[in-house]
């Protein structure tokens, strides 16, 4: 394994470290708010635009193709339990800093341009109740959020898993606003599963599982947090699966419920399809969903910029950027160059582009790097490099059907475009 893995930057004093103080419970949530985010509270009118009734079961297929991926990402967080994980990973498979340093970079950039596409998002929502020019509002949430993140790392994890609990509280609000309406959510179940095999239903299905990846992106982040959480080799595993099944559960209800309360040509047709179907079932006014809508956009904004300095923070620790991105604050114990560089290009993309289509290329751009990790794991059970003991290990044919189902997800992709 590369030396380098390990190693910081020599200077003439030494310099603080991350501090590890993040709980099981706060990386779940952590977990929770990267995964969740402003994803399902936009995503329901694309789902049942494309798979009507079916849409939940595309969530499920998405989940159980994503579980062989976190599988992975679980053993090497284990393995290598370090920021830029990814990058990590792939150095020590490939024994290349050139293929780490890219796919380092390739995570920050999701992550960044992830976090601008949110803000544009965040900043409509709070034109609801704050009627400012737009630049404004999203340079607002922006440069507030990267506040947050300098911060500290409890104390903009515990926020940022506040935001999580109150996004994760709507969702749970319609689930139980939905079993106790008059809607036919039991009686309707068997409408979920395809009652054909015709193309035009198969496409949907398939087009609908790709917008799934993109809602279930946001688990691998945890690698990114490995050096701040305590006893890394046992919780890291337990949060990124407890992150994956919490947010199927919620995801696979949600659309349900969503699908019988309102129906597939309104939820289309809806700019926010979960407002109108709480609206719907309650009789209330949507703005409350609106402002969950409000706090789980910020959230989504907070967590990438954490990860994102957290993998300058590691690739220059590593010594493959500038280390200057490796300075830790001595008040804050957090990135602070990196997390403001992170921030100033947020609001720069946030500011200047148009980013509607950025779900599809994020989830294309991520879908390559679970391939990369997949491959690295592969490459490194076939090494036969020493494992640590007491860590979570995947069976050996995981990496290669996680590696295979990227890979057959974007050729569908492929030729979905192709044969639009």
Same mark, same amino acid.
Request: aromatic letters at 6%; charged letters at 10%.
């Given at each position: 394994m590369n030396s380098k893995l390990h190693s910081r930057p020599e200077t003439g004093t030494r310099s603080?470290? +991350?501090?590890?103080?993040?709980?099981?419970?706060?990386?779940?949530?952590?977990?929770?708010? $990267?995964?969740?985010? @402003?994803?399902?509270?936009?995503?329901?009118?694309?789902?049942?635009?494309?798979?009507? #009734?079916?849409? =939940?079961?595309?969530?499920?297929? &998405?989940?159980?193709? #994503?579980?062989?991926?976190?599988?992975s990402f679980a053993e090497l967080a284990c393995r290598l339990p370090v920021a830029a994980g990814e990058a990590a990973y792939a150095r020590a498979a490939f024994g290349s800093d050139k293929i780490a340093t890219a796919v380092g970079l390739l995570v920050v950039a999701i992550a960044i341009v992830s976090a601008a596409a949110i803000s544009i998002g965040s900043a409509g929502y709070l034109a609801v109740f704050l009627p400012l020019p737009k630049w404004?509002?999203?340079?607002? $949430?922006?440069?507030?959020?990267? *506040?947050? &993140?300098?911060?500290? $790392?409890?104390?903009?994890? *515990? +926020?940022?898993?506040?935001?999580?609990?109150?996004?994760?509280?709507? +969702?749970?609000?319609?689930?139980?606003?939905?079993? @106790?309406?008059?809607? =036919?959510?039991?009686?309707?179940? =068997?409408? #979920?599963? =395809?009652?054909? *095999?015709?193309?035009?239903?198969?496409? !949907?299905?398939? !087009?609908?599982?790709?917008i799934a990846v993109f809602a279930f992106i946001g688990f691998e982040g945890l690698a990114n947090i490995a050096?701040?959480?305590?006893?890394?080799?046992?919780?890291?595993?337990? @949060?990124?699966?407890?992150?994956?099944?919490?947010? *199927?559960? +919620?995801? $696979?209800?949600?659309?349900?419920?969503?699908?019988?309360?309102?129906?597939?040509?309104?939820?289309?047709?809806?700019?926010?399809p979960l407002a109108l179907v709480f609206e719907r079932l309650t009789g209330l006014s949507p703005q409350s969903m609106s402002f969950i809508a409000l706090i789980a956009t910020l959230n989504g904004i907070i967590v990438q910029i954490i990860m994102s300095s957290r993998v300058l923070y590691g690739l220059a620790r590593q010594g493959e950027l500038p280390g200057v991105f490796s300075s830790v604050g001595n008040r804050t114990r957090t990135p602070v160059v990196a997390t403001v560089v992170t921030t100033a290009l947020v609001l720069a993309l946030a500011l200047t582009l148009p980013l509607h289509d950025l779900a599809e290329v994020t989830s294309r751009l991520t879908l390559i790097v679970f391939t990369v990790v997949n491959v690295s794991l592969i490459r490194i059970k076939r090494r036969h490099l020493p494992t640590p003991t007491g860590i979570f290990e995947a069976p050996v044919w995981v990496p290669w059907a996680g590696a295979a189902a990227c890979v057959v997800l974007l050729m569908l992709d492929a030729a979905t475009k192709l044969w639009a």
């Open positions: 603080p470290t +991350l501090s590890r103080s993040l709980s099981l419970w706060h990386a779940t949530l952590y977990g929770l708010g $990267v995964t969740i985010g @402003a994803g399902i509270y936009v995503l329901i009118g694309a789902a049942a635009a494309r798979a009507g #009734m079916h849409a =939940p079961l595309a969530f499920v297929v &998405a989940a159980g193709l #994503m579980a062989l991926s976190a599988a404004v509002l999203v340079a607002a $949430v922006v440069l507030t959020m990267g *506040t947050v &993140a300098v911060w500290g $790392v409890k104390q903009s994890v *515990t +926020l940022a898993g506040v935001m999580t609990l109150i996004e994760i509280g709507g +969702l749970l609000l319609l689930v139980v606003a939905g079993v @106790a309406s008059d809607a =036919p959510i039991v009686a309707r179940l =068997p409408e #979920m599963l =395809p009652a054909t *095999t015709e193309w035009a239903l198969l496409a !949907g299905l398939v !087009g609908t599982t790709l050096e701040e959480v305590r006893d890394p080799k046992r919780n890291l595993p337990r @949060a990124i699966f407890l992150t994956l099944v919490i947010s *199927t559960l +919620l995801y $696979v209800c949600v659309v349900w419920i969503a699908l019988v309360a309102v129906g597939r040509a309104e939820l289309a047709r809806s700019d926010a």
